[in-house]
DNA sequence: TTAGCTTTTTGACTTAAGTCAAAGGGTTAG
DNA sequence: CTAACCCTTTGACTTAAGTCAAAAAGCTAA
């Protein structure tokens, strides 16, 4: 793994050729072919991680085997740093294991592993990844404030025009691709287990949304035919 | 406001005298009664607060008027911290606002807060507030990896018996009573909207526990009965 | 003590979303 | 080319939890 993949990962932009060594060197890097389990939230707690291609799925799982995605980690973005800094203060039974399950969604997902010891010498030492880290946990803390307030105060429909229109709007800030629609990169049955209802009824909704005009389903691909119907669908 | 107060409070729990002093200067403290708004998530942000007295939910509110709490904060704890590292990267458009509502739930809610200016070069110079930030933040998120786990994957009862044998743990860990009892310091309204349900399914929920032999509701105070079925209800 | 609140309980009913089962499409590998 | 598989859709049915309305129980303050 080279210190040019390390550059574009939020945490560590601001440090120097020399501190990406340091960083570098400590890394180890798995790859995970779709399907493949990451780490079990039961599990004891080694590092946090990268994702550096693929994509990751971080969830929970009920009981009785139904699943809630998170989080859903894109190349470049770090997931489980929460227990780095659980160290501190009393010592809870959760502290030192994963806080969710971690799953890779695509065949050659590769993942950057940062061990958790090293880490937080570095961590004491330079204070602008403190700080790098806070805006990252803040952000972070705004998804999840987000999330239960889509899922407990929305319905259903309610959520599928929104995540819509936030893939759309989201596109549209990155890609230079003027079409009005957007692309899964999820199957429709992770869609549903992220917005936290079941695959029938992802579907039936989806189909609810084209009757009324507002979108148009093509396989993984969704095309926006209505977009102030869809606003206000989502809000 | 005296120091004596924000050494209590865990972020500044490991400064000088001096330095507390200086975090002193810059606060502002006000009191609000019952019921009464401490900031809407539309504000404009001014800077984060600790509880010193009372009780105050932060909480969001759907647009036909529903309402979920996300958090509930006892005294010398903080809250509002999020937006104060939301300024790096690109601006969204709630940063800067309150990431949600806050109310007192108390008469004689004493509240301080901490202007974010003066606050944000405070942290700069001082990296162990950084680190205890950290801490922070990830206690958070922890509790709402936790909360939304609950909500997704738990129906009414088992989140209802959880909330029980976790108050009742937590009591036996900080006070010294023996009694096999909690004492609800929120209405049973507050703690519905807290559990992602409606008051009236949360009083069936009860009466429900009560005929199994679970616990016992008297107003406020909720005996338990049967530790083990609680458990076992819980899980 | 009682009037006037707020909070909680209970009953009857509705409904959004989940479950179960079957069939349809699409993709891939031999 | 086709069998085997996965992903998705559709239909029929169930159910947990929400809504609405009214009564009951608790508080508070004059």
Redesign the interface.
């Given at each position: 793994m080279e210190t040019s993949i390390l550059k574009k990962v939020?945490i560590f932009s601001g440090l120097s050729e020399e501190e990406l060594e340091d960083v570098q060197k400590i890394t180890r890097t798995k790859t995970f072919n779709k399907g493949d389990i990451i780490f079990f939230d039961t599990e004891p707690y080694l590092g946090f991680y990268i994702t550096v291609s693929g994509l990751v799925k971080i969830y929970?799982?009920?009981?009785d085997g139904?699943e809630?995605i998170?989080h859903l980690i894109n190349p470049y973005n770090t997931f489980a740093?929460?227990?780095?800094?659980?160290n501190?203060?009393e010592i809870r039974e959760?502290a030192f294991r994963y806080?969710?399950n971690a799953m890779a969604l695509e065949d050659q997902t590769k993942v950057v592993l940062i061990p958790a010891r090293p880490f937080t010498e570095l961590?004491?030492e330079n204070?602008r990844i403190?700080?790098?880290?806070?805006?990252g946990?803040?952000?972070?803390?705004?998804h999840?404030?987000r999330?239960?307030?889509e899922?407990?105060?929305?319905d259903v429909t309610k959520r599928v025009a929104n995540f819509v229109l936030s893939e759309y709007i989201n596109k549209r800030k990155t890609k230079l691709d003027s079409t009005h629609s957007i692309r899964l990169n999820i199957s429709k049955n992770d869609l549903a287990s992220y917005l936290?209802t079941i695959l029938e009824t992802l579907s039936r909704t989806f189909k609810k949304l084209q009757e009324e005009g507002i979108i148009l389903v093509e396989g993984r691909t969704i095309l926006i035919k209505d977009f102030e119907k869809l606003k206000e669908t989502a809000?």
């Open positions: 939020y929970k799982i009920s009981k139904r809630h998170l740093e929460v227990p780095l800094f659980e501190f203060g959760d806080p969710a961590l004491a204070s403190s700080l790098k880290m806070l805006s946990f803040a952000k972070r803390l705004r999840l404030n999330h239960i307030e899922i407990t105060l929305k936290g809000s």
